[in-house]
């Protein structure tokens, strides 16, 4: 890979594939290689057609390369929004949809044999304070109702599992797990490659010219094909393609050096379900294969009319609070790593799915809100599955009527005081984590003696713990 790598995840890509510098005819052009254009190119393959990807960099350089890695069954804000938005029957649909999907990516994981260190353990929707347990009970219960696989795990139950005592009680949703996002991206390639797909990267798509055949022009060539499929996830909109669809917007994560033996006592971490908190801008935190831990946390940055954002050492340093005050045990241990990433939204929080163009051969599956790695996975069945005219689990995707997004300045206005109010109720909570952490470490009432009977987080907060 030329270049800094994009992300810890994609330290030691090689070098990429030569760029596309003449013109040629295909059936399919895919632009995009992340998993919605690799997905793409490995289903379409499955049916016979000509199939190249244009990548503008190297495959897993936008979010599918910089991820933290949660294979979740997530779709939309959450459970019970959805319910309330969709009606039962409707996120039934949708979340059989993406319960199939993590059906797919494992199958897909175990057919190629794609060495990223999936670990099947489920994610855990995790409380800091009771104050919280409110949102698991209703997240639970409509879960029931829907048919997601999940179920409510008590304090012993979390404490049983070795999670960190900083979650106190949970949703655990039994599909999926965490990977590690790099190599399984490359693998992807690797499978795309292996079904006869052609991949040209470095090769940046300037213009796509509807038609049929759609022209599109890339600094080296044209590529003519009959239909085109976009897998530009937080890029689209600079195409000129579905502007009000989805918008871009920035999360960021960091990676810690190896936790040892020590440090892991010390949290009492030694459960591998991959966790996440139940704050309306969640924060997120996983072991890696090499015991690291890899977390981010709520924050997310737009940039006025969707402008790309450069990393900001403010955001890393607030992140880097965040995890010091979730984890007070391990202060000692050091971060090593920070970056970012695009991602899409829809304002309904669903992925955009479905055809344009003036001749309906322009196919997307685009704007998955920060949780795409089971249904960008995906992607390639559903983008085949209109192509072939087939009905599908992702009918609920495409079949929907989505909510246009506002221009600007309207839109910057929609996400100050969406990330506003879900800031406000996030910092609430953890106003409260923090008030009971002091009165956990009062001293004992005099007279008081014998063991302390308190969980060392409440005990022994180190110095440093930083506000947010
Ligand atoms: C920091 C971060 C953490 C996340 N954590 C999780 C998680 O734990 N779990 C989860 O489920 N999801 C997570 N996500 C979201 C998930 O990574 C994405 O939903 C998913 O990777 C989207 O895949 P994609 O292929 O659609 O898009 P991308 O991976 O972004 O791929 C788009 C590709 O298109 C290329 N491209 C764009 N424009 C052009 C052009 N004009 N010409 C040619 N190529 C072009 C880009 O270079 C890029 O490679 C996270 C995202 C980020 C950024």
């Known amino acids: 890979m030329s270049g800094t790598p994009v992300s810890p995840w994609m330290e030691g890509v090689p070098s990429r594939a030569p760029a596309l510098a003449c013109d040629i005819d295909c059936d399919v052009a895919v632009v995009g290689a992340g998993f919605t254009g690799l997905s793409t190119a490995i289903a379409l393959r499955e049916h016979g057609l000509r199939v190249v990807v244009l990548e503008r960099e190297t495959a897993g350089f936008g979010a599918s390369g910089r991820n933290a890695g949660h294979l979740t069954p997530w779709i939309g804000k959450d459970l019970p929004t959805l319910v309330m938005l969709f009606g039962r029957q409707r996120t039934r649909e949708l979340i059989a949809l993406v319960q199939t999907a993590i059906g797919h990516v494992e199958r897909t994981i175990e057919k190629h044999a794609i060495d990223c260190a999936y670990e099947p353990v489920g994610n855990v929707m995790a409380a800091v304070h009771p104050k919280q347990y409110a949102m698991l009970e209703k997240a639970a219960k409509a879960g029931a109702e829907v048919g997601a696989d999940c179920e409510m795990l008590e304090p012993e139950e979390m404490r049983r599992r070795g999670l960190p005592r900083a979650f106190l009680r949970g949703v655990l949703e039994r599909r999926g797990g965490i990977l590690h996002p790099g190599r399984y991206v490359r693998g992807l390639r690797a499978a795309a490659l292996a079904a006869g797909a052609e991949i040209y990267e470095g090769t940046p798509v300037t213009r796509v010219e509807d038609g049929e055949p759609a022209l599109l022009h890339t600094p080296g060539g044209r590529l003519r094909a009959r239909m085109v499929a976009l897998g530009t996830n937080a890029w689209t909109a600079d195409l000129g393609l579905l502007k009000s669809a989805v918008m871009r917007l920035h999360v960021y994560l960091f990676r810690t050096a190896p936790l040892t033996q020590a440090q892991r006592r010390a949290v009492d971490w030694h459960g591998r379900e991959g966790i996440y908190t139940a704050h309306e801008m969640l924060e997120s935190y996983r072991l890696t294969d090499d015991d690291r831990i890899v977390g981010g946390a709520k924050t997310v940055r737009y940039g006025y009319g969707g402008r790309a954002l450069a990393d900001d050492p403010k955001t890393f340093a607030f992140i880097d609070a965040a995890f010091r005050d979730r984890f007070p045990e391990l202060h000692d241990v050091a971060i090593t790593d920070h970056w970012g990433g695009p991602i899409a939204f829809a304002l309904d929080f669903l992925p955009a799915v479905g055809r344009a163009g003036k001749k309906g051969n322009l196919y997307y ?104």
């Open 365 to 468: 599956s685009v704007g998955y809100a920060g949780h795409g790695i089971a249904l960008a996975g995906y992607a390639g069945t559903m983008i085949a599955d209109l192509m072939l005219g087939q009905d599908g689990p992702g009918r609920g995707l495409w079949g929907r009527r989505r909510i246009p997004l506002p221009p600007e300045p309207l839109r910057w206005l929609v996400v100050r005081a969406l990330t506003g109010v879900f800031g406000a109720t996030d910092r609430r909570v953890d106003r409260k984590v923090r008030a009971s952490l002091r009165t956990l470490s009062a001293p004992a009432p005099p007279g008081t003696s014998g063991p302390d009977p308190r969980p060392a987080l409440y005990r022994e907060p180190p110095d440093g713990i930083s506000n947010l």
